[in-house]
C-alpha cells in the first residue's frame, strides 16, 4: 500500500518562508506532485518531482529525495492569498495519484 | 494550461433521483480521467479511474452498481450517482490526465468540482 504523511496545519507569517514536508512510503514511486486547494474549490497543480533535487517556480519551489521518500513545498515572500491546504501526492506504477491529507496553511498579516 | 470542466457546479436532489456529472477536457484529450469524492477538510479519496472505450475501475468499498461511470469520447466522462441517498451528499471532483502536459505524462488537471446534496 502508500502511506503519504504531512502535517495538518501551519501557520505563517506574511511575507516570510515556510516549508510544508511531505514524507511518503510506496513501492513502484513514478513521482510526486504538489497541489494547492482554496477552500470550497478544486486543487490546482503547483509542481511534479520525478528526480532528486530542487525545482524552483516563481515564489514556490519543490523538493524531492527519492531515498528517503521525502519532499519538500518552499514558499516565499508569502502573501494572504497562499492561505488554502497543500496536497502531497504520490503516483506509483500505473495507479492513479494518492493524495496526503493535506496541510492547511494559514497566512496572518 | 490544460482546462478541465465540469457540470453542474452544485446540484440539489431528492433521495431516491440519479445525478449525472459531466467532466470534460476542454484542450486536451485525456484517455484517462479520475473521480474523486471529498468530504469537509478532508483529502480526495479516489472513486474510480475511467480509461476512454473501456470499463472503469473502481477502488475498493466504491459501489460500481451505485456510481455509474461512462467514458464515451477522450473529452468526456460522466459519473452518474444512482438512487442518490442523503449520504451521498459531498464534493465530487472530476480531474484528466494530460499525457502532454509540461508538468509530466501523469499531471492531473481537476474539474472545478460539484456539490451534491441529497435531501
Known amino acids: 500500500g502508500q502511506n503519504i504523511d504531512q502535517p495538518t496545519e501551519m501557520t505563517a507569517t506574511e511575507g516570510a518562508i515556510v516549508q510544508i514536508n511531505c514524507t511518503y512510503q510506496t513501492s513502484g514511486f513514478n513521482g510526486l506532485f504538489w497541489y494547492q486547494q482554496h477552500a470550497g474549490e478544486a486543487p490546482t497543480f503547483l509542481s511534479y518531482n520525478v528526480l532528486d533535487g530542487l525545482e524552483e517556480k516563481g515564489r514556490f519551489s519543490s523538493f524531492l529525495s527519492r531515498s528517503k521518500g521525502y519532499s519538500y513545498l518552499l514558499l516565499k515572500e508569502l502573501q494572504m492569498k497562499d492561505s488554502a491546504s497543500y496536497l502531497c501526492?504520490?503516483?506509483?506504477?500505473?495507479?492513479?495519484?494518492?493524495f496526503g491529507s493535506g496541510t492547511r496553511l494559514q497566512v496572518q498579516p | 494550461g490544460a482546462v478541465v470542466s465540469q457540470h453542474p457546479s452544485r446540484v440539489i436532489c431528492k433521495s431516491g433521483t440519479s445525478v449525472k456529472i459531466e467532466c470534460r477536457s476542454l484542450d486536451f484529450q485525456a484517455t484517462t480521467m479520475f473521480w474523486y469524492r471529498q468530504f469537509p477538510k478532508k483529502s480526495l479519496m479516489l472513486m474510480a479511474t475511467s480509461n476512454e472505450g473501456s470499463k472503469a475501475t473502481y477502488e475498493q468499498g466504491v459501489e460500481k452498481d451505485k456510481f455509474l461511470i461512462n467514458h464515451a469520447s477522450l473529452t468526456l466522462s460522466t459519473l452518474t450517482v444512482t438512487s442518490a441517498h442523503p449520504e451521498d451528499s459531498s464534493f465530487y471532483i472530476c480531474?484528466?490526465?494530460?499525457?502532454?502536459?509540461?508538468?509530466?505524462?501523469?499531471?492531473?488537471?481537476f474539474g472545478p468540482g460539484t456539490r451534491l446534496l441529497v435531501l
Open positions: 480531474s484528466a490526465r494530460d499525457p502532454y502536459s509540461a508538468g509530466g505524462p501523469e499531471t492531473q488537471y
Open positions: 501526492a504520490v503516483t506509483a506504477g500505473r495507479r492513479a495519484l494518492t
